[in-house]
């Protein structure tokens, strides 16, 4: 109850460090990196003592030290004014550890530094990737990795989902001055047939996308 007031009456910003709130952002923060993502265990130091899992967009206590996640920082922050808690403005911070209150920051570089090189696992690694990089190249990887989970191109008509590997490529002929070919990654041959008819039909070219149509509802009667 005590507690509570003293929060209020002390709500002076500091000015020092106050942008370590976003409340744009806050939404769309994530907690740390479970830890078996890691090929070997980390530092102690490196976990969050929210989450528990290795810290994601770290920050640090101004005061003992310890690194928490900045989603954690959040949940463990408390609004200036209870009686707005929506308003934006920088909430107070209340250390889990030593119950600083005043506004966390942004850890050095080197130990940014030394977190990014911990070596991870591609998050595919249970769909078979074998890929193991850096904590903070390994986004890259993923964006392009052949095991990465897509959907059928053939949107309208199929919902399959699978491994990228797995797909197959339906290429679009070039078309007047359209001269970049379009590659779409589908789940079947027919699915391969209907996408390339559809590309066709919007391209006004009637004969050909008959044929593809012809020709899928051939390969589906084979396959039943
Ligand atoms: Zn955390
Ligand atoms: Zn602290
Ligand atoms: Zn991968
Ligand atoms: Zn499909």
């Not at 609004?79 to 308003?87: D, G, I, L, V």
């Not at 002929?173 to 699915?191: D, F, H, R, Y």
């Not at 590309?199 to 593809?212: G, H, M």
Request: aromatic residues 6%.
């Amino acid at each position: 109850m005590n507690q509570e007031i003293i929060e209020v009456i002390d709500s002076e910003q500091d000015e020092t460090s106050q942008n370590w709130y976003n409340l744009l952002e806050a939404g769309s923060l994530k907690e740390g990196y479970d830890l078996d993502r890691f090929v070997e265990p980390p530092r102690k130091d490196f976990n969050c003592l929210i989450c528990l899992g290795v810290v994601r967009n770290p920050l640090e206590c101004s005061q003992c030290g310890i690194l928490l996640c900045k989603k954690c920082v959040y949940s463990c922050s408390k609004p200036q004014n209870p009686f707005f808690s929506m308003s934006n403005t920088t909430p107070k911070f209340n250390c889990p550890i030593c119950r600083n209150r005043s506004a966390p920051r942004e850890p050095s570089m080197i130990l940014k530094k030394f977190i990014s090189v911990l070596i991870v696992y591609c998050k595919n690694r249970k769909r078979g990737c074998g890929v193991c990089k850096g904590l903070g190249e390994i986004k890259n990887h993923e964006k392009e990795c052949d095991y990465k989970v897509i959907r059928c191109a053939n949107h309208g008509l199929c919902s399959k989902e699978g491994s990228k590997i797995d797909f197959i490529t339906a290429k679009c002929p070039k078309i007047g001055k359209n001269t970049n070919q379009k590659s779409k990654l589908v789940c079947s041959e027919i699915c391969r047939k209907v996408v390339v008819m559809s590309y066709l039909l919007k391209a006004d070219k009637i004969e050909e996308a008959i044929d593809q149509y012809r020709l899928a509802l051939e390969q589906l009667s084979q396959t039943k």
